[in-house]
């Protein structure tokens, strides 16, 4: 495929996709509008999932299969029922999560989001979250750079930690494999840092280093879903989404830290560095 022709291809999946999300918002709002949204727990005591989680997973993934035969999926919910291991082969393949920040949503804070990415050959070429509650519409197509409702936008200039508002998904302290990692990087990052923000919602915090006002974000042991989206946002608005310890991430397996900035990128992993070496935390 020419270069311009699959500039075309993926600008139709880009404008299929947008209205799509679009048109999600409000079936999602019903839920969290409810005085009270009735939720199940998933595998886990906090991970949670409601009648709105799968309801707009299965309208995208039915709306992009119609428009779209060609392509893939791997989706939060999906991949929940089937008990499957999510695989990203070279196909157009979108990775969705119907709801980022369920919590948020159950107990009506406004940081939850509609994600989704879609990578062609494993790399992310389409970003799309959307935050019904301030009606926020973030997007991105390769090369295209990052918008927000349509306006363009970017990460901030800042290249010191010291400077920094960092944000980090303290929730995840509670995930036994990574307990003890991200309480060290969570203390490190924030007593050099000039503000932490715990935004509840990994893809809403990626936005808003897109956007300039989170300038880094840093987390191990996402799932694809949570990142796929706002990763290709943040790399349009300028900035850098990098595996924890510095190169690629892993879009299957993210650890990642996102940074508006390589310098800020480098202070972090310096520091991550030094809280993964520490010893003597006991919590
Ligand atoms: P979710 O709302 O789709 O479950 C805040 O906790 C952020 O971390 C949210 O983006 C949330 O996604 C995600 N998250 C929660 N538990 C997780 C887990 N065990 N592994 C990876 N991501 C998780
Ligand atoms: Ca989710």
Not at 107 to 136: H, Q
Request: proline share 4%; hydrophobic share 40%.
């Amino acid at each position: 495929m020419s270069d311009s022709s699959e500039e075309q291809t993926i600008q139709k999946y880009y404008d299929v996709a947008l209205e799509l999300v679009m048109k999600c918002g409000p079936v999602a709002s019903e839920g969290y509008e409810q005085a009270k949204t009735d939720y199940q727990t998933k595998d886990a005591f906090y991970d949670f999932v409601t009648v709105y989680d799968k309801k707009v997973e299965d309208l995208l993934i039915a709306g992009l299969k119609k428009a779209f035969p060609e392509t893939q999926f791997i989706g939060e919910e999906d991949t929940a029922t089937n008990k499957s291991e999510p695989e990203l082969t070279d196909a157009p393949t979108w990775i969705i999560d119907p709801i980022d920040g369920t919590t948020n949503f159950i107990r009506r804070f406004p940081n939850w989001c509609i994600s989704v990415g879609l990578a062609i050959r494993k790399e992310l070429v389409v970003g799309i979250v959307y935050i019904p509650v301030v009606n926020e519409m973030y997007s991105a197509w390769k090369g295209q750079g990052a918008y927000l409702n349509g306006q363009r936008i970017s990460v901030s200039k800042c290249t010191k930690i010291k400077n920094a508002v960092f944000g980090a998904e303290l929730s995840l302290i509670q995930y036994p494999p990574i307990h003890d990692k991200q309480i060290k990087r969570i203390c490190k990052l924030t007593s050099n840092c000039s503000g932490c923000r715990s935004m509840g919602s990994a893809a809403v915090s990626l936005c808003y280093v897109a956007r300039g006002s989170l300038d880094c974000f840093a987390v191990d042991d996402l799932h694809p879903w949570d990142i796929a989206g706002g990763a290709l946002i943040i790399r349009e608005a300028g900035g850098l989404v990098q595996h924890s310890k510095g190169g690629e991430f892993s879009i299957l397996k993210p650890d990642c830290i996102a940074a508006a900035t390589p310098e800020l990128a480098k202070d972090m992993i310096d520091l991550i560095n030094e809280a993964d070496e520490l010893t003597d935390f006991t919590f």
